[in-house]
């Protein structure tokens, strides 16, 4: 027994002992004992953990699972804690001071510290990472004195149990109560404040704090004495005890010819070893209503033990050691030189029922009216299971091809089979002989998928590559889809309660609409469209299975979903869907079984989650292998009568209880058991800081579960680097290369084989420590130092600077009076040349205007005397003087508006008249070079602007688009509007102009076509006259072709009143 076991153990056995002093010679013993009816049992799955796969030694002495849920066990070799996926052993090689590796016993106690007792009078104590040994003195210790149990107290005394008596350590010292017997001691524990303990021969309890323990039994020559004077004598021979457990306000004595129930009423036998063929007995264990008797020759599981209807099981028949049950509910044994075993309940037949198919891949199973069941298999014949045995029908039965992948009862008995590569063949009721079905419309259609019957008796062959049949009794007709082709590959055909049957093909869902068949796109959702299986729940639900794609559920009327490896699922291909007797949903596909609870896909499809908990069952669970066949019909089969549900395997058959099958609640512990940094190892309470330069962080980690450790699903999340969970590796270690400067939390959760899953949790913490560099105190000593530094610059900066204030100040006074005297010259020599602008624009001007007012008279004269050569002279020098006068105005225009010297008088201007003005004022020039000057302006268009100003540039822009165009060409003046703005046109055909006129950086020089000269003034007065107007001036021009100069104004509110 387990020390946990153990403890629970002796629960009530103060109760039963306190009783038994009471009790006097009147008390009744029964020794009747029922007989026993013994079975094989059928749905528990054995695994073994022995020397091949980790184990240190194949000898177990005794074996216990903590309160944190690791699994420890005392070898002849080691002492083993075991984790489901890692094997850790504690012996001479890695515990300082330990002598030999033989361990005997293994117990918790209420600290949850283990204690572990070995050969030589020594033992050891594990407290997390803290491994102590301990030795009784030679002094008092008996030579090959071995401990078989340990027990500590509440005041922290340890009362080891050995071969030779009882010892004591406390305060440092060993002491041997010589006042109890020096035999091997079997048990120690302690029940309400009482300690006692199993002598082989005899049972002592302590009732005080005292070291003086009263004797409750003894063996004498083969009859148990009882203090009380109750004796039991029905044992030809008792040698030994073995251990004594609570039950119902009794106890249960086992010694090793049998177990006794003693209560106030007596005693009561309840087995005596050749019951079950036991050399010798060793323990029991109650779980759950059933006892578990072990002993040298195995293990027996008993329903109703203590009844009239006792039922056993034989579990194994190898000698086992101790027992106990873990907190998943698996069974857990030591045995003497078979290592340990694991039993665990599964809903998968262990039997030997379907033998004869064991070995060939199973397809299509029935169970007829006779409750005989059916199996094709994949050419090995069809096989029928019957109360009298096991019958096959092969070539000499009729069916001359054995590839048999369909079955079907009809409604009058007849058994019908379709085959790969033989056609139909049909079995009618009392015969013994297969008939060929041959109708001459399916003479060449040899591979048969499906078949099946309707409500109406007729019969539906569905084929692999040509096409749908119906048989009706009498003649057999080919079934077209939509495009009036054949179907491809029909696997499966369903019928519903409305009458409308439906197909499962390899081009998706169909149903019969009374012609053909049609494939309505509602029900082929998946990513691809070949189904093998259909279903319907009790809810109205149509299940489709596929081969890759999942499962579509559709709802008529309702919502409807997938459920693929994202949702859960463990493989995409799905070809069998069943429905036990509690809605459950059991699928099976190429990676086994799977299970889904009826409360996981009512949520699912209320929408109320998107995964679901899928359990799964594969070889580990007692499937022989885990892929399963499919694609035909009927591909499994489940008797709601019996819970019995049958899946084909690609090597033979599963038969799954349903009711059996039990999901796995417990979820799992994780522990983090050490962390590696640059190649070494640290338990975790050490590492609270990293260093920065820390290369390839590992942390190994526990998670206990052990129904199925490879299902087992564990993810991790770093919190400071990851923000997705990470799917840890079997290896149970998270590595990280490198990590940054800051501080870390790593959280884990795990589920069990079943898909329960842990909360998170915050296995540890630590932080990443900084170079010194990068520390508070390094930064505050750097920016002190720094601003030491800076200071002390500054302070001889603020000197210097001072000084040199002293001297730039002389400088400064120095500059500012030069300086008021330039200002004094500069305003003198601004004063003169604005005099001298006065005198050129009144005593240059007007006489140059007498001038040309002269020239014009003598043009008249020689005009009137017709004196053509003097005409002409007069002609250029009246156009070369009125391009003088323009070229000064310009000049002084330019004068003053560089000096400031020009205002802008805005005010309401009918652009129109200023055109007009200005073309008259360049009418002799035009005239000069015979160009016509053409307004395009037909009403009043005011704006608002300086009207001298404007008249400017229109005199400028006309001017130079007469200059530069040639003679009997053309210059037109437009204009067009928007919202706000009118926009002036002067079109011209001459030599074009480049951009860089209206810089006013520099001043271009260009000739006009008749060497007519100009500077550029013209057009940077008219763009500054437009800029104080805050409008725009531009041009469109390429060389040789013309120019149209365009400046925008204005629209003033007369022009818009009057446009209203």
């Known amino acids: 027994m387990s020390g946990l076991q153990q403890k629970l153990s002796f629960v009530l056995v103060l109760i039963c002992f306190t009783s038994v002093i009471s009790l006097n010679t009147s008390l009744i013993a029964n020794t009747v004992i029922s007989e026993i009816e013994i079975t094989q049992s059928e749905y528990t799955v054995k695994k073994v953990l022995n020397t091949e796969n980790g184990l240190p030694a194949n000898g177990v002495s005794m074996i216990l699972q903590d309160s944190r849920g690791y699994i420890w066990a005392a070898t002849f070799n080691g002492l083993v804690r075991y984790e489901g996926k890692r094997i850790t052993v504690f012996n001479t090689s890695n515990v300082p001071g330990l002598e ?86 079997q048990n120690i524990t302690e029940i309400y404040g009482h300690m006692h303990i199993v002598f082989e021969s005899s049972l002592y309890v302590k009732y005080d704090q005292s070291l003086e323990f009263e004797k409750i039994l003894e063996i004498s020559e083969n009859v148990i004495h009882f203090k009380s004077g109750l004796t039991i004598t029905e044992f030809s021979q008792i040698d030994r005890l073995w251990n004594i457990y609570p039950h119902n306000n009794s106890y249960l004595l086992v010694h090793e010819n049998g177990i006794v129930t003693i209560n106030d009423d007596g005693y009561e036998i309840h087995l005596h070893k050749n019951d079950i063929n036991q050399s010798i007995l060793h323990g029991l264990v109650e779980k759950d209503g059933y006892v578990y008797v072990y002993g040298a020759d195995g293990l027996y599981e008993f329903e109703d033990f203590f009844g009239e209807n006792r039922v056993a099981q034989k579990l194994t028949d190898i000698r086992v050691t101790d027992m106990m049950f873990d907190n998943e509910g698996s069974a857990w044994l030591s045995t003497s030189a078979r290592g340990i075993i694991q039993f665990v309940k599964t809903p998968v037949n262990q039997g030997g029922r379907f033998s004869s198919v064991a070995e060939v891949p199973v397809t299509a199973i029935i169970e007829d009216s006779y409750e005989n069941l059916w199996m094709g298999t994949n050419c090995d014949g069809l096989y029928k299971f019957s109360g009298q045995g096991v019958q096959r029908y092969g070539i000499d039965e009729g069916i001359t091809n054995v590839c048999v992948w369909s079955v ?31 109708p001459e419309i399916m003479e060449s259609t040899d591979a048969i998928l499906s078949v099946f019957e309707d409500k109406n008796g007729n019969l539906w062959f569905g084929s692999f590559d040509k096409g749908l049949f119906r048989y009706d009794g009498e003649t057999t007709h080919s079934i077209k889809n939509e495009t009036v082709g054949n179907l491809s590959a029909v696997r499966m055909m369903y019928e519903d309660d409305s009458g409308t049957i439906l197909f499962a093909t390899d081009r998706g869902i169909g149903y019969y609409d009374g012609q053909r068949i049609v494939k309505p796109k509602e029900f082929n959702q998946l990513k691809n469209k070949n189904f093998r299986v259909i279903k319907k729940d009790t809810e109205g639900r149509f299940w489709f299975g596929s081969y890759g794609a999942g499962i579509y559920v559709y709802t008529p009327g309702g919502s409807n979903r997938s459920i693929t490896t994202e949702n859960g699922l463990f493989d995409n291909t799905i070809s069998q869907i069943q429905f036990d007797s509690e809605n459950n949903v059991w699928l099976a596909g190429n990676m086994g079984v799977f299970f889904i609870n ?57 038969m799954i209880q349903t009711e059996n099958m039990q999901l796995n609640t417990q979820i799992p512990a994780l522990f983090l058991e050490e962390i590696e940094m640059n190649g070494n190892v640290y338990f975790p309470e050490e590492i609270v800081e990293i260093p920065y330069d820390a290369q390839r962080i590992i942390f190994r980690f526990t998670v206990l579960s ?88 500054y302070w001889y900066r603020l000197k210097n600077i001072r000084k040199m204030n002293v001297l730039l100040q002389k400088k400064v006074d120095e500059r500012t009076s030069e300086l008021r005297m330039s200002n004094r010259e500069l305003k003198e020599m601004i004063e003169e040349k604005n005099k001298l602008q006065r005198v050129l624009a009144h005593d240059l001007r007007n006489p140059f205007t007498a001038i040309l007012g002269y020239i014009d008279l003598l043009k008249n004269n020689y005009k009137r005397e017709k004196n053509k050569e003097n005409l002409e002279i007069m002609e250029m020098l009246l156009d070369s003087g009125r391009n003088t006068l323009n070229l000064l105005e310009n000049l002084l225009h330019w004068s003053s508006s560089k000096s400031g010297g020009l205002k802008i008088e805005l005010k309401p201007v009918n652009i129109q008249i200023l055109v007009d003005e200005a073309i008259e004022s360049t009418e002799a020039q035009a005239t000069f070079k015979n160009i016509k000057v053409k307004s395009h302006f037909h009403d009043p268009l005011f704006v608002e602007a300086d009207q001298n100003m404007i008249l400017t540039v229109l005199r400028n822009l006309i001017s130079n688009a007469i200059k530069f165009s040639g003679r009997n060409e053309s210059v037109n003046i437009y204009y067009e509007e928007n919202e706000s703005e009118i926009i002036i046109s002067v079109s011209d055909n001459g030599i074009g102009i480049k951009k860089e006129i209206f810089s006013s950086e520099k001043l271009i020089t260009k000739t006009g076509t008749s060497g007519e000269k100009g500077i550029g003034i013209g057009l940077q007065i008219c763009k500054e006259f437009i800029d104080l107007h805050e409008g725009r001036l531009w041009a469109d021009s390429k060389p040789d072709q013309g120019s149209i100069f365009k400046f925008s104004l204005r629209k003033s509110a007369v022009f818009e009143e009057a446009f209203k």
């Open 598 to 654: 009826a409360e996981q896909v009512s949520q699912f499809m209320n929408n109320e989650t998107d995964y679901l908990k899928v359990s799964r069952i594969g070889v580990a669970e007692g499937l022989p292998t885990r892929e399963t066949t499919g694609g035909f019909m009927p591909s499994s089969h489940f008797n709601p009568a019996t819970g019995e549900l049958f899946i084909p395997l690609v090597r033979g058959v599963a």
């Open 100 to 185: 030999t590796n033989r361990f005997v016993s293994v117990m918790e106690d209420q600290h949850g510290r283990i204690w572990a007792g070995l050969e030589y009078s020594s033992f050891i104590m594990i407290d997390g990472n803290q491994t102590m040994v301990y030795r009784i003195d030679e002094e008092i210790a008996e030579t090959n004195t071995y401990i078989t149990s340990l027990y500590v107290n509440s005041g922290g005394d340890i009362w080891i149990g050995t071969n030779s008596g009882i010892y004591t350590y406390s305060d440092n010292s060993y002491s041997k109560l010589y006042n109890l017997p020096g035999e091997v001691v």
């Open 408 to 438: 079907l009862e009809a409604s009058d008995g007849t058994i019908w089979a379709g085959s790969w590569g033989g056609g139909v063949y049909y079995l009618e009721p009392e015969r013994d002989v297969f008939v060929r079905f041959i």
């Open 706 to 793: 052990f129904i199925n450790p490879d299902y087992v699903q564990v993810q991790y999340k770093l919190d400071g680097v990851d923000t997705q969970w990470q799917l840890a590796t079997d290896s149970r270690e998270i590595i990280y290369t490198t990590l940054p400067v800051g501080d870390y939390r790593l959280i884990l959760r795990a589920s069990n084989n079943d898909g329960y899953w842990t909360d998170e949790i915050t296995l540890h913490t630590f932080t990443i420590k900084p170079p010194y560099w990068q520390t508070a105190w390094f930064i505050l000593l750097v920016i002190g130092f720094i601003g030491t530094i800076v200071f002390g610059m």
